[in-house]
């Protein structure tokens, strides 16, 4: 091989890979959606019929599951979800800003993409608003100071642990839930083996989500389930206190994009954005 084409093939490995499109429908302002861990873009189901109307809604499938690559040798750190979801939101070629929703693992990647972009001089940031829905925010149980709260994210992680490294458990209790939910809602397999656990460990159990949304300007909506078994009690308590941040609680409604949870969502993005307001440090 000559030096040329060694180059060419090393910019093309360091290329970020596009995401598949799964969805692109409607007219009017542009709402990109972004599904969470072992799942696809069929979590969306019950929001974008409520959207289409009145929007251009974009839905993904993230890094290493549904339909998008999964790149051999890729560690699924936050940044590897993010570079591929930014790649992917360029080749849209998107001429206004954006609201950008995420689900589960999608909110603390999106969440990521709009402080990235937020941080960036002279430049508006391409995201208008920010819609999360049940994000896992798990801070480091050393800088929980509620020793019950610290107890609960101390649990959810180790159970995270668990998880990733008894791989026949996971499989064979994934595959029972599985055909409890609509094809695509959750899916743990042996394709999406290596993109599960590596998401888990590097975004999921190390997360920067925390100081993401305090590092935004833009409002932040986030949306959750009271019945949300992903959601540790208190552990949402420090991003409540933002000024910036609005919750939404939904009753009877747990981890899924359900009916009742989508029309509050939907609700949501309907409504005019408000004025940008300061950081909270």
Do not use: Q
């Given at each position: 091989m000559t030096w040329w084409a060694e180059q060419t093939a090393?910019?093309?490995?360091?290329r970020p890979p596009l995401l598949y499109v799964a969805t692109d429908v409607g007219t009017g302002p542009v709402v990109?959606?972004?599904?969470?861990?072992?799942?696809?873009?069929?979590?969306?189901?019950e929001l974008v019929p409520l959207l289409k109307k009145n929007h251009r809604v974009i839905a993904v499938d993230i890094l290493g599951f549904g339909e998008s690559p999964a790149p051999e040798g890729c560690e699924y750190r936050l940044e590897d979800h993010v570079e591929a979801l930014a790649a992917t939101i360029r080749s849209l070629r998107l001429r206004e800003p954006f609201i950008l929703v995420g689900h589960s693992l999608g909110s603390l990647i999106?969440?990521?993409?709009?402080?990235?972009?937020?941080?960036?001089?002279?430049?508006?940031?391409?995201?208008?608003?920010?819609?999360?829905?049940g994000p896992p925010v798990y801070l480091a149980p050393s800088?929980?100071?509620?020793?019950?709260?610290?107890?609960?994210?101390?649990?959810?992680?180790?159970?995270c642990d668990f998880l990733r490294s008894n791989k026949d458990f996971t499989l064979a209790n994934a595959a029972i839930m599985s055909r409890l939910l609509p094809?695509?809602?959750?899916?743990?397999?042996?394709?999406?083996?290596?993109?599960?656990?590596?998401?888990?460990?590097?975004?999921?159990e190390s997360q920067t989500v925390v100081s993401d949304i305090a590092s935004l300007s833009v409002p932040v909506d986030v949306i959750y389930g009271?019945?949300?078994?992903?959601?540790?009690?208190?552990?949402?308590?420090?991003?409540?206190?933002?000024r910036h941040v609005t919750m939404h609680r939904v009753e009877a409604n747990d981890h899924?994009?359900?009916?009742?949870?989508?029309?509050?969502?939907?609700?949501?993005?309907?409504t005019p954005t408000p004025r940008p307001a300061a950081p909270t440090l």
């Open positions: 090393r910019r093309g490995r360091l990109i959606l972004v599904h969470g861990i072992a799942s696809s873009s069929v979590t969306f189901d999106s969440t990521r993409y709009a402080a990235i972009n937020h941080d960036r001089a002279f430049r508006p940031s391409p995201v208008s608003r920010l819609v999360l829905v800088e929980i100071g509620n020793v019950r709260v610290r107890a609960r994210v101390t649990a959810y992680l180790r159970a094809k695509g809602i959750f899916e743990i397999t042996e394709k999406t083996w290596t993109p599960f656990i590596k998401s888990m460990e590097h975004c999921i009271a019945l949300d078994a992903f959601i540790a009690v208190g552990s949402m308590t420090v991003i409540e206190r933002m899924i994009i359900r009916k009742r949870l989508a029309r509050v969502l939907a609700r949501v993005i309907d």
